[in-house]
């Protein structure tokens, strides 16, 4: 199948919530051994860039997804956001109550251990799912109140998505991969490929394009996934355990890749993990236990020793 009918086909009948879900389900994720540390390619003196070059409005945007409030506005914001599940007659709490707001420009590492709401919470953060009770704002604006496809345009254009299992569809080579979210929205296709190549230069992989994800290394993947995430220039990269299936050295170096979006381009990275070596690249850190928020705090980059920003299990607001 090529790409265009499987987008055709996704369009016809996709409901985009549960995108995410049915790919992980579909897809084939690889279970061998890797060693994603060959081949690393570093960020090149790059003359064209499509993303400022082109002469599509969108791309000359720095933020494909843009920013309609000051910086005094949270991106994200959540108010008392419970997430209930009903496992028989039993229900579950995954989360309860969370007060959480999540600014342009920084680098938020949500720290919990297995069980702890991490994982929920990113969905939530995500635009992925819907709470039980409370809300949740995506660039001022109450997602539980945007039909589906409202809610698929503004999260497909602001959030950038960052998988520890990549998923990256198996029938697709490298270049397709990086395209599918551009066929979402619809992008000129001559451009769509003129950014999908520049994307593929920054990462290191302009080499891999004609390659399917069983032909690369796990840190190639992840790689791929990176400039995926990166596709329509969104504001907000969210990832989930990026470097959970990578060796240390391959690890760095994505984190390394995730900090220089952040310092140079000014991205908003939120990280969902449980890895604490993490915390070295993060501005504040969410540290959740039993579907609650512990504590928040702050700390400079790379400096080892942090401040209690707030005590309270949920944050107040800014002053």
């Given at each position: 199948?090529?790409?265009?009918?499987?987008?055709?086909?996704?369009?016809?009948?996709?409901?985009?919530?549960?995108?995410?879900?049915?790919?992980?389900?579909?897809?084939?994720?690889?279970?061998?051994?890797?060693?994603?540390?060959?081949?690393?390619?570093?960020?090149?003196?790059?003359?064209?860039?499509?993303?400022?070059?082109?002469?599509?409005?969108?791309?000359?945007?720095?933020?494909?997804?843009?920013?309609?409030?000051?910086?005094?506005?949270?991106?994200?914001?959540?108010?008392?956001?419970?997430?209930?599940?009903?496992?028989?007659?039993?229900?579950?709490?995954?989360?309860?109550?969370?007060?959480?707001?999540?600014?342009?420009?920084?680098?938020?590492?949500?720290?919990?251990?297995?069980?702890?709401?991490?994982?929920?919470?990113?969905?939530?953060?995500?635009?992925?799912?819907?709470?039980?009770?409370?809300?949740?704002?995506?660039?001022?604006?109450?997602?539980?109140?945007?039909?589906?496809?409202?809610?698929?345009?503004?999260?497909?254009?602001?959030?950038?998505?960052?998988?520890?299992?990549?998923?990256l569809l198996p029938t697709l080579n490298t270049e397709e991969?990086?395209?599918?979210?551009?066929?979402?929205?619809?992008?000129?296709?001559?451009?769509?490929?003129?950014?999908?190549?520049?994307?593929?230069?920054?990462?290191?992989?302009?080499?891999?394009?004609?390659?399917?994800?069983?032909?690369?290394?796990?840190?190639?993947?992840?790689?791929?996934?990176?400039?995926?995430?990166?596709?329509?220039?969104?504001?907000?990269?969210?990832?989930?355990?990026?470097?959970?299936?990578?060796?240390?050295?391959?690890?760095?170096?994505?984190?390394?890749?995730?900090?220089?979006?952040?310092?140079?381009?000014?991205?908003?990275?939120?990280?969902?993990t449980h890895d604490v070596e993490l915390l070295r690249y993060?501005?504040?850190?969410?540290?959740?236990?039993?579907?609650?928020?512990?504590?928040?705090?702050?700390?400079?980059?790379?400096?080892?020793?942090?401040?209690?920003?707030?005590?309270?299990?949920?944050?107040?607001?800014?002053?």
């Open positions: 199948m090529t790409l265009t009918e499987i987008i055709d086909s996704f369009k016809s009948k996709l409901n985009v919530s549960k995108l995410v879900d049915s790919l992980e389900r579909k897809a084939s994720f690889y279970e061998e051994s890797e060693n994603g540390a060959d081949e690393n390619g570093s960020v090149g003196d790059l003359k064209y860039n499509p993303y400022f070059n082109s002469g599509n409005s969108d791309a000359n945007n720095s933020n494909g997804g843009k920013i309609s409030q000051n910086k005094d506005e949270p991106l994200i914001k959540l108010i008392n956001v419970w997430k209930i599940y009903q496992m028989g007659e039993v229900e579950f709490a995954a989360l309860k109550g969370i007060n959480l707001e999540i600014y342009e420009g920084e680098f938020l590492i949500i720290l919990g251990p297995s069980g702890s709401g991490k994982s929920t919470m990113m969905n939530l953060l995500g635009c992925l799912d819907m709470p039980s009770k409370g809300t949740v704002c995506l660039n001022s604006k109450d997602i539980s109140e945007l039909d589906e496809s409202e809610l698929a345009i503004i999260r497909g254009k602001m959030i950038g998505f960052i998988f520890q299992s990549f998923n991969n990086v395209l599918l979210p551009m066929e979402f929205q619809e992008e000129d296709r001559k451009i769509a490929r003129e950014k999908a190549s520049y994307l593929l230069d920054i990462v290191g992989l302009s080499n891999k394009k004609g390659n399917l994800p069983s032909q690369l290394s796990g840190g190639q993947r992840q790689r791929v996934a990176i400039a995926r995430s990166l596709a329509v220039n969104p504001p907000i990269i969210l990832a989930d355990e990026p470097t959970g299936n990578l060796d240390s050295k391959t690890g760095d170096y994505i984190l390394d890749f995730l900090d220089g979006l952040h310092q140079r381009d000014g991205k908003t990275i939120i990280i969902v993060a501005t504040r850190v969410v540290y959740i236990r039993d579907g609650e928020i512990e504590k928040i705090e702050t700390r400079p980059k790379n400096e080892p020793d942090m401040k209690n920003e707030r005590g309270t299990k949920n944050e107040e607001n800014r002053s």
